[in-house]
């Protein structure tokens, strides 16, 4: 696929190095053209530097890997707001919470997908990889340890197949809660999981074994 990511921090460069791995394209952006081209340069050939609104252009899926403050302006300077991610699948990755608490940021019943929809008209938001730190996506997998479930939720089918595939592609498996009408969950689970760390609590302590209906 032909990727593009917005950001050049942590999350950026290790879904980056996944994804080059298993033989994707990036064109990479972010708020400094010297980070973008440090970044790509350390993925190697099949990366390259370029201007936000180039990395979103004719591209199958779009990372938006920057925080959820500087969302709007990294979308502004894509251009966002004139249609440029028309028909994309954006994957939003972001946590709009209170940092060590977890404290959802967003208005009553907003989520931060929704938010970023409305500043990308026409693209296929998909809420994704927001649940876990960056170096899950770097680490090898024990053997037989099971995959992480990455948890999504979006609206358009083929973006969610599209995103599906990227998640497989970085060691994890992909689960559809359902439409973006969801996100909010997502990101409220988040910060559920955000406040047990800080708060010293392991958050897998918290969460019921409950088998799937598949079991």
Do not use: Y
Request: glycine residues 12%.
């Amino acid at each position: 696929m032909r990727i593009g990511i917005l950001g050049t921090g942590m999350l950026a460069a290790a879904l980056g190095e996944g994804w080059v791995r298993a033989g994707h394209e990036l064109a990479v952006a972010g708020r400094s053209r010297a980070k973008a081209q440090e970044l790509a340069d350390r993925l190697g050939c099949r990366a390259r530097a370029v201007t936000p609104r180039q990395a979103v252009v004719d591209r199958d899926a779009v990372l938006l890997a920057v925080s959820w403050q500087g969302a709007e302006d990294m979308l502004r300077s894509a251009g966002a707001a004139d249609g440029s991610l028309e028909g994309t699948a954006l994957i939003d990755p972001t946590n709009a919470v209170e940092h060590g608490v977890g404290v959802v940021l967003t208005g009553p019943g907003e989520a931060m997908a929704q938010r970023i929809a409305s500043l990308s008209p026409g693209a296929h938001v998909v809420k994704a990889f927001h649940m876990f730190p960056s170096d899950q996506w770097t680490r090898s997998r024990a053997s037989g340890e099971h995959p992480v479930t990455v948890a999504m939720c979006g609206d358009n089918p083929d973006a969610l197949h599209v995103v599906g595939e990227l998640v497989r592609d970085v060691g994890a498996a992909p689960a559809v809660l359902g439409s973006l009408d969801r996100a909010r969950q997502l990101e409220e689970v988040a910060g559920f999981v955000i406040g047990l760390a800080f708060a010293g609590t392991d958050p897998n302590s918290a969460i019921p074994r409950v088998p799937s209906a598949a079991a």
